[in-house]
């Protein structure tokens, strides 16, 4: 069998949903398994996530350290396909829990990768809604993920000078600035609202306050993208939709259109939850 069958044959038993097909394919023909098995240029690894399990990766991994491929495992990880996606960033978008934590443990400097939108997998996590995803990720990898305000914390983190602001107090921590926004300039908090995912947003703000200012290259801010959407308020407790429809009434909105029609809207808050307290690792 000749490396296209082999391509196509364990394409069609992963498209048909007979995984260990495609792992058999793969334990006898592992010289294969970084090979694109789509138009787009997706590996085996990305198939696999499409089975919303972690054995088949699990199976794929096993392979590959078994193997005598060419590249490491964390080589192989990092792979991408067409849209630069790797398979964490698959993986968080499918919001197939166990397999983000398969992969992030394997391979931490996988939450670093972005894809050709300059989106790295926490930014897609929270674009896709997957706030327990979110959670995980800075909790499990803080150092891939946030600075901490303190000169010194538990875990040694630094948060550098020059990412405080010291008439600001609205701020518990900030991301890495590779997760905070995007090639076009959406913000990671701007992508979970056009989304719709306004409980992943308010989660985003009690992580990092200063989320809200950050504006794209229109010069939108997110707080201008959610005063935008009626329907954000409508999914809210009424105590809350109160609050923040308040806050965000005075905003400014000239050059702003109706997000719900494909623009942009937004929000002001003052967070004060303190959650990198949560986030942090456990001693």
Known sequence: MGSEEIMEASYKAAMSGDWKSMIDYFQEHYEYLDSPVTSSSDTVLHLALQSNEVQPLEDLLEIVKKGQLPLTEEDFLKRKNKLGNTVLHEATFNGNYEAVRLLVERCPDLLKEKNNYGETPLFTAAAFGEAEIVKFLIR???????????????????????????????????????????????????????????????????????????????????????????????SLPVRRKVKLQAETSGQAREGVGDVESGLGSSLERKPRGGLLNYFKLPK
Do not use: W
């Open 140 to 234: 499990s990898k803080p150092k891939q993920c946030v600075y901490d305000k303190n000169t010194h914390d538990d875990d040694g983190l630094l948060f550098p000078k020059q990412c405080v602001d010291d008439d600001d107090d609205d701020d518990d921590g900030l991301l890495f600035p590779i997760h905070r926004q995007r090639k076009d300039g959406l913000s990671i908090l701007g992508a979970a609202i056009i989304g719709q995912h306004f409980e992943t947003a308010l989660l985003l703000l009690e992580l990092d306050g200063s989320l809200h200012k950050l504006k794209d290259k229109k010069g939108i801010t997110a707080l201008q993208l959610l005063a935008e959407m009626p329907a954000a308020f409508e």
